[in-house]
DNA sequence: GTCGATGTTATCAA
DNA sequence: TTTGATAACATCGA
């Protein structure tokens, strides 16, 4: 599921892979979640030129040479990919951009969550998904970290889950984190210690750091990057997805319980709540 | 064949 | 303020 980590994965290939690249044709497979329509999009991007790619939160934004974007969300299944022109064509795939040098990109997403919008440059940051978000996790500063924590009545776990408030981290990095800052996930943010806040924070960038220096965490085939290649970070989880396996550190059972809605792994003994 | 779990986000109710 | 339920959707495994 693309968090931070593999969102920034998928943002540095297709820096590397689209810019300067012009779109020649645009072929929906399935109008879904295309906005302001399908027909826009297409219009909009045959005849374009991709000139850079920045990453907001989970959210990819794609530059184009006419002063417009195309904003693009994975949600829990999309997928960006680029193509040689004869690669058959996967299930679930609902847009294929052509270039003018033959090859594509493709648009892919099983459960269908992810959406993308064409938008002017200057009205990216009126998008509603985008003027809601926080700091992103790895830019936010210690001090405004640990405020935003002494402010929150909520569980940590909701608290780093929340975009509004820290972005870019979802439920396998919160779990994490948590984990290296050995944090209850039911703790409650303003309850923890100055302390321990900074430590949160710490961890929260170097968790992140790392798992974007692995490419990102490839869950059940979910996530993979532009080039089709998995990420390494899955064999470095300590708790997510590890209930009942001994902790790494204590050696302890994994424990899973619903936390904010979301399945959600702890150590017992490592992690206590205060 | 059915059912539950998967995890992101918007929206609405409490 | 915050939490919880729900809905969007397909796949997998029990």
Redesign the pocket.
């Known amino acids: ?1 693309p ?1 931070l980590p593999e969102v920034e994965t998928v943002a540095r290939g297709l820096r590397a892979a689209l810019s300067g690249r012009r779109v020649s044709a645009a072929r929906v497979l399935l109008a879904h979640h295309m906005r302001p329509s399908p027909e826009a999009l297409v219009a909009g991007l045959v005849g374009s030129t991709f000139v850079g790619v920045r990453r907001r ?2 959210h990819l934004l794609l530059d184009l040479d006419d002063a417009r974007c195309l904003v693009v ?1 994975l ?2 299944t999309g997928q960006l990919r680029c193509h040689r022109p004869g690669d058959p064509l996967a ?2 795939t609902h847009l294929v951009l052509t270039f003018v040098d033959g090859g594509e990109l493709r648009w892919r997403d ?4 992810g959406w993308m919008e064409l938008v002017a440059h200057a009205d990216v940051d009126r998008l ?2 985008l003027a ?1 978000l926080g700091p992103d996790a790895l830019e936010i500063e210690a001090p405004d970290f640990v405020a935003a924590l002494r ?5 940590m776990k ?1 608290f780093l ?1 929340a ?1 509004d408030v820290v972005s870019g981290i ?3 990095y919160a779990d994490e984190i948590l984990f290296g800052a050995r944090v209850h996930p039911r703790q409650v943010a303003a309850g923890l210690s100055a302390r321990r806040a900074a430590r949160v924070h710490a961890v929260m960038r170097d968790v992140l750091t790392r798992a974007i220096g692995a490419q990102g965490s490839s ?1 059940d085939g979910q996530y993979v990057a532009v080039d089709g290649a998995p990420g390494a970070f899955q064999f470095q989880l300590q708790v ?2 590890r209930t009942g396996q001994p902790c790494v550190v204590c050696g302890t059972p994994i424990r ?1 319980a ?1 936390v ?4 959600t792994h702890w150590c017992p003994r490592c992690q206590v709540r205060r």
Do not use: D
């Open positions: 599921m968090e939160a989970k969300h949600r829990m299930r679930h099983v459960r269908r969550f509603p998904a809601a402010g929150s009545r909520r569980a909701a889950l975009q979802g439920n396998i869950i997510y997805r899973r619903v904010a809605a979301r399945g």
